[in-house]
């Protein structure tokens, strides 16, 4: 019963593809996250959506676009990605606001070649 | 930017001893979250303290804060060796709450 789950776990790739991660939550909360973990283990939020909705939105570049079909659901698309982009990408959920608890995904590693 | 440091960046102990990790930040919070990270897996909430708690147990887990000091710290007794993870804190400032911060972490590694 995985409370917050991601797909795929690894995700290996050229420079310039398009890629999609996907996550879903079972926990009926109505807040989602993505966040990008660096090599140094900063972690960093990206952005985040309640019901459906764009609520933060960091500077992050456009090649970057979220989208949210339901509130179970926020994918993370990336165009034309860069070497840079290589990182653990962290879905999370939390229920009303950032003040209660975050359930995390199991991240999903992104390698650019 | 970053609102929460973490120190010492790294910390090794001894199975059955205590270890102590600090978190400072840098604006007004309404609470403030301890989570726990394994190696290669997502984090774990582990506690929250809100602005007007001073300490707060959680098992084995003890969490104070200082809202005049803007600061933390994060008490793990007698830790065992699955106890080796990074800790991170995380804040929500007052004006946005759904924009938690994390720190850079405080990596433990409990010896048997």
């Known amino acids: 019963d995985t409370a917050v789950s991601q797909t795929p776990k690894y995700l290996v790739t050229q420079m310039g593809n398009d890629k999609s991660i996907k996550c879903e939550q079972n926990?009926?909360?109505?807040?989602m996250y993505w966040y990008k973990q660096d090599s140094k283990k900063f972690l960093k939020i990206m952005f985040s959506?309640?019901?459906?909705?764009?609520?933060i939105n960091e500077t992050v570049p456009n090649r970057f676009s979220p989208k949210s079909p339901d509130k179970a659901h926020l994918n993370l698309h990336i165009n034309s990605l860069e070497l840079g982009d290589s990182a653990v990408y962290f879905c999370?959920?939390?229920?009303?606001?950032?003040?209660?608890?975050?359930?995390f995904g199991p991240g999903t590693r992104l390698t650019v070649l | 930017s970053q609102q929460g440091e973490e120190d010492p960046q790294a910390l090794s102990i001894q199975e059955g001893e205590n270890a102590t990790m600090n978190c400072s930040y840098k604006?007004?919070?309404?609470?403030l979250q301890w989570y726990r990270q394994n190696s290669g897996r997502g984090l774990v909430h582990l506690i929250l303290i809100r602005s007007n708690e001073r300490e707060k147990h959680s098992g084995r887990l003890r969490v104070t804060l200082d809202t005049s000091k803007k600061s933390s710290s994060l008490l793990i007794t007698a830790s065992r060796a699955a106890d080796t993870a990074s800790y991170f804190c995380?804040?929500?400032?007052?004006?946005?709450?759904?924009?938690?911060?994390f720190g850079a972490g405080t990596t433990v590694t409990v010896r048997a």
């Open positions: 926990l009926g909360h109505d807040t």
């Open positions: 999370a959920s939390s229920q009303t606001s950032g003040y209660n608890e975050q359930f």
């Open positions: 959506y309640n019901n459906k909705e764009l609520i």
């Open positions: 995380a804040t929500a400032p007052l004006a946005n709450d759904y924009k938690l911060s």
């Open positions: 604006t007004s919070i309404n609470n």
